[in-house]
């Protein structure tokens, strides 16, 4: 049995929708409706949407605190009214706003909000919403590639499924491949935020909060896109490094599909990963770059090199470069050499599937179940007493990998 009422004001641009919804909810048994001037004694402020959504969002915003005239000690504000377009909904996550209900308002959906809401509040460790089942903190792997155009994004998506199916813990993968990211693509994915609304709310940013925008796939992959294009789009490094801490915390596995790799957050992530998995394919422009890479990590960060696996990508028995050759060039050996199976890959994308999921028996998609039970191995010592700390981009900034992973979108 419920130990008091749901105490809540109403407001509303409005005012005839303010009524209605007031009336509405004094009708429920366990509710009770202060008059909107003392705002300061509910639990919750339930706002009515129906105007312009301009004029809604302006005063969700002053609602919740986001507006300088915003007054003081507000509680919690909840949206109500027919579910928002998008655009909308990402306003009200911006003003801090989470909750969203439909009409009319049923007293359960009322008391679970307020309770999500104050979970949200509860001083926590991080770890706590989501423990790992070892007490470990989850393995972060970072897939860049040489170059754009050799199947980055289908690696990165295809080890992060492989790594989900062999049941080594929960696993996310998080889109930084710019100048837009394709992950949802690949997986017929449909996603509200991505990491451009976590680092709009940055104040907010903790494990739950962080859980609650990821994406969901149907295997239990958990995803953080990337927003669409724009000149303005861009991920602060702390940012990006409070976002990975926070998943390593919560995830077995984080998978990063980093593109190209070429703006100041990649650095970041490279600081925090305990993999960086290179992807090639073994034509000559391809490998030059590779090498450039390889000589910019040797000569400024050499602690990198026991956490760098090189995976050449698209190999085939016809190829004029083998694998022996290419590590000669390289003078690293490569770690995984998957095969060409570019039918295969292609059906798996115009499908939205995964490879495990389109075509199991494949040579590729046995290829990447091989690569994720390599990564989940025991990990060497060295290679965690390479990693080192602080931030990465401002001891790189101008250095021989800075400038490397700069050039790499040209």
């Given amino acids: 049995m419920n130990s008091r009422k749901i105490i809540v004001t109403v407001d509303a641009v409005l005012e005839t929708r303010r009524e209605a919804l007031a009336q509405g909810l004094a009708a429920l048994a366990e509710v009770e409706v202060l008059p909107r001037d003392a705002a300061r004694h509910a639990d919750l402020v339930l706002l009515a949407l129906d105007a312009d959504a301009n004029a809604d969002m302006a005063l969700a915003a002053k609602l919740s605190g986001q507006d300088a005239q915003a007054p003081a ?7 109500v009214g027919s579910a928002p377009a998008p655009e909308v909904l990402l306003s009200a996550m911006r003003a801090g706003i989470s909750e969203c209900l439909p009409e009319p308002v049923a007293e359960a959906d009322l008391r679970a909000a307020l309770a999500r809401l104050q979970q949200r509040h509860v001083p926590q460790p991080l770890a706590a919403p989501l423990p790992q089942s070892d007490g470990q903190d989850g393995r972060i792997v970072l897939v860049l590639g040489a170059k754009g155009g050799i199947g980055t994004t289908t690696i990165a998506v295809n080890l992060a499924d492989a790594l ?48 609650s925008v990821m994406a969901r796939h149907h295997s239990g992959l958990a995803v953080l896109p990337a927003p669409d294009f724009s000149a303005e789009a861009a991920l602060d490094p702390a940012v990006l490094r409070q976002i990975l801490e926070l998943l390593r915390r919560s995830y077995a596995q984080v998978v990063i599909d980093a593109g190209t790799g070429h703006d100041e957050a990649i650095l970041e992530a490279l600081d925090l990963a305990d993999d960086v998995l290179l992807v090639m394919d073994l034509s000559l422009p391809c490998l030059a770059r590779a090498k450039r890479f390889l000589e910019a990590v040797r000569a400024t ?39 060409n199976d570019y039918q295969a890959a292609l059906s798996a994308i115009n499908q939205g599937k995964t490879l495990a999921e389109a075509d199991p028996r494949s040579a590729m998609s046995k290829g990447l179940a091989a690569m994720a039970r ?37």
């Fill in 73 to 79: 000690g507000m509680p919690p504000v909840v949206l």
């Fill in 164 to 211: 989900t199916r062999q049941g080594s813990g929960r696993t996310a993968l998080v889109d930084l491949a710019q100048p837009q990211g394709e992950t949802p693509i690949f997986l017929d994915l449909d996603h509200t935020y991505t990491w451009a609304d976590v680092a709009a709310n940055v104040e907010r940013l903790d494990a739950t909060y962080l859980e």
């Fill in 301 to 339: 960060s050499p602690r990198l090199l026991p956490r760098l696996r090189l995976v050449a990508n698209r190999k085939t028995s016809e190829s004029d470069i083998g694998t022996s050759e290419a590590e000669s060039i390289l003078q690293q050996p490569i770690a995984w050499a998957v095969v």
């Fill in 374 to 410: 390599g990564l989940c191995r025991d990990v060497p010592p060295q290679a965690t007493q390479a990693k080192t700390s602080g931030s990465l981009w401002a001891r790189l900034r101008n250095s021989p990998l800075g400038l490397s992973l700069a050039h790499r979108g040209a």
